[in-house]
């Protein structure tokens, strides 16, 4: 089962035999694993050596650490392509998952200077901020934080957030959306950022920026969002 004789170190051969248990189903989402003594006595190696495997694993978003209770199969992260525009909560129900917000902050106030350089705004505008949590069948996904110009999505209530921002462009604005752009990097949650998304501090955070566009090239929103990486992967 483990080759010590194999250039391949031996807590990534233990991680690869974990995987294709998690895999092919014989260890089970939201099911404890085997404990670290047990793991260390079935591959005849340190338990030192199983705990950097596993928390390899858990730093990966595969296996979750819970105090005093053991290490666990994680839940199936959500999966958002990198291509095209997908609103979260056509996301969500696409996967069977229901959405919903937590409004954290909403109101109208003066551009900043970043605002104004990515929105392409040559005057001061006034702005709708909006600040967010984002749930997926109540687990927390992501904090997201939105600049866009009160003029465009004037008369949205923060009741009308726990649905689809870009629903209610489209719908009650008669708004047709275009394209965007986003850069993605890898950062640690903060303590704020943690207790938020319910996460260890300094856990992997997917932070996105984003902007989007009307159909005539108009970038109307501005995004800076905070994506908990054990609960959420984009693909190409």
């Known amino acids: 089962m483990i080759d010590k004789q194999s250039p391949i170190p031996i807590y990534f051969q233990i991680q690869e035999h974990i995987r294709q248990k998690v895999a092919h189903g014989e260890w089970k989402t939201g099911k404890a694993i085997p404990s670290e003594r047990l793991l260390s006595e079935e591959f005849e190696v340190s338990r030192m050596t199983v ?72 005057k001061q505008t006034q702005m709708l901020h909006i600040e967010r949590i984002r749930y997926g069948d109540e687990i927390p996904i992501a ?18 957030l726990n649905q689809s921002f870009y629903q209610f462009l489209e719908q009650k604005k008669g708004l047709r959306l275009g394209d965007g752009r986003q850069s993605i990097e890898a950062v640690a949650a903060p303590v704020p950022l943690a207790k938020l998304l319910q996460i260890e501090t300094g856990s992997p955070v997917l932070s996105i920026e984003r902007i989007t566009t009307l159909a005539d090239g108009t970038p109307f929103e501005y995004v800076k969002a905070q994506y908990a990486g054990s609960r959420f992967k984009f693909y190409l």
């Open 143 to 160: 904090f997201e934080s939105i600049a866009t110009p009160a003029a465009i999505a004037g008369g949205i209530t923060p009741e009308e």
């Open 51 to 122: 705990r950097q495997a596993v928390q390899g694993l858990v730093e990966e978003g595969l296996l979750t650490r819970k105090r005093g209770s053991g290490t666990f199969v994680s839940k199936h992260k959500v999966e958002q392509s990198l291509e095209g525009r997908t609103s979260f909560t056509q996301l969500m129900a696409a996967r069977g998952m229901k959405a919903s917000n937590k409004v954290i902050s909403f109101k109208q106030r003066e551009a900043t200077a970043a605002e104004m350089d990515a929105l392409h705004l040559e």
